[in-house]
């Protein structure tokens, strides 16, 4: 779980501040996932902080939830036209390309519960970035 909130830290998800006037928090809870190995043996514990996207309003919390996804075509005529151009074609594999992407709306969730700031326990946090389950998440 430290080590979720320091990826926050590091890649500047969030700030910490008030809650204005008018304006409701999100909130927020923790997914537990244990990694396995091809015997079934637990190699790896994973925590996962994610917003609790279902308490949003269409109009009032987001605009809209589109987001562009490249079709199976698409990338098959893609690289048909890089081979048939001589083209080279680098592939990455990307942990977090779902996170991180810069939100436009004013989201505030709440502290993740056990991990309250010591000076400011009633404040919230402001999102700079999307979290797993916001509704903008997968338009940034």
């Known amino acids: 779980m430290q080590d979720e909130l320091l990826q926050f830290k590091r890649q500047n998800v969030?700030?910490?501040?008030?809650?204005?006037?008018?304006?409701?928090?999100?909130?927020?809870?923790w997914v537990f996932r244990n990694k396995t190995d091809d015997r079934g043996i637990v190699?790896?514990?994973?925590?996962?902080l994610v917003v609790q996207g279902y308490g949003?309003?269409?109009?009032?919390?987001?605009?809209?939830?589109?987001?562009?996804?490249?079709?199976?075509?698409?990338?098959r005529l893609f690289l048909a036209f890089a081979i048939s151009h001589?083209?080279?074609?680098?592939q990455m594999d990307i942990?977090?390309?779902?996170?991180?992407?810069?939100?436009?709306?004013?989201?505030?969730?709440?502290?993740?519960?056990g991990f309250d700031d010591v000076h400011h326990p009633d404040w919230?946090?402001?999102l700079d970035k999307a979290l797993y389950g916001l509704k903008q998440a997968p338009r940034a």
């Open 43 to 48: 190699i790896k514990n994973k925590a996962r």
């Open 124 to 126: 919230v946090y402001k």
């Open 56 to 75: 949003q309003k269409e109009g009032i919390d987001y605009d809209e939830t589109f987001a562009p996804v490249a079709r199976l075509e698409a990338i």
């Open 95 to 113: 942990k977090s390309a779902f996170l991180y992407g810069t939100i436009k709306e004013e989201v505030y969730v709440c502290q993740p519960s």
């Open 14 to 29: 969030w700030t910490l501040c008030p809650l204005p006037a008018g304006k409701y928090p999100i909130g927020t809870r």
């Open 86 to 90: 001589n083209v080279k074609v680098y």
